[in-house]
């Protein structure tokens, strides 16, 4: 998404030629098999582990970090390799997202009309808002040491990237339709009118 906004907007000549359905579809299938290969690659190292005791894992899901608490054997070797594919797979496409938006921003900088500004802004600041949440989140998940963190606050916020930023994403990304907005704000000052007259 990242990308295809910086064409949009810095490169607006080049999107059509750049943007074919060829390299879309090259695009989709680069990043499913690079994601099913960073899932084999923790699954294949973790079936390697020796489990014993307790089987049930404190957490809404079956997340690297309780499981890796559940092993009675030495789990560096899954740690460095999680770190490794961290770095990989979400820590350099974060930093192309950076670059991207700061392009973008540059861009946008250089419009003279303020019209041409907001309408421009507008169509990157769903997307800046969902990375924002879904990339937010993860930092205080796993960047965060879990050292001091409660359990609940752990869960609570892997609850934020899994389940709440995918629910959010057609509410977000929807908001920039006109027809919705107006719902949207019927909606809410039908409930201020509600709770004043209560």
């Not at 750049?18 to 879309?24: E, G, L, V």
């Not at 989709?28 to 960073?38: A, G, K, P």
């Not at 998940?141 to 899994?162: E, H």
């Amino acid at each position: 998404m990242a990308y295809d906004r910086y064409l949009a907007i810095c490169r607006p000549l080049h999107y059509m030629l750049i943007m074919n359905p060829t390299s879309c579809l090259i695009t989709v299938i680069t990043v499913w098999c690079l994601s099913f290969l960073s899932v084999l690659i923790d699954t294949i190292t973790i079936s390697k582990l020796q489990f014993c005791g307790s089987n049930i894992i404190d957490h809404f899901f079956c997340d690297l970090d309780p499981i890796l608490k559940l092993s009675c054997s030495d789990t560096t070797v899954v740690q460095l390799e999680a770190t490794s594919l961290s770095v990989i797979f979400a820590t350099i496409p974060f930093f192309i997202v950076i670059v991207s938006y700061i392009f973008i921003i540059i861009t946008i900088l250089k419009i003279q009309s303020i019209t041409g500004r907001q309408k421009v802004f507008s169509t990157c600041s769903s997307h800046v808002t969902v990375v924002s949440i879904f990339y937010g989140t993860m930092l205080c998940v796993y960047l965060v040491p879990s050292r001091g963190q409660s359990v609940n606050i752990t869960n609570f916020l892997s609850l934020l990237y899994t389940v709440v930023t995918p629910l959010l994403n057609p509410i977000i990304y929807s908001l920039r339709n006109n027809d919705l907005k107006q719902v949207a704000g019927k909606i809410i000052r039908n409930c201020f009118y509600k709770i004043d007259k209560s």
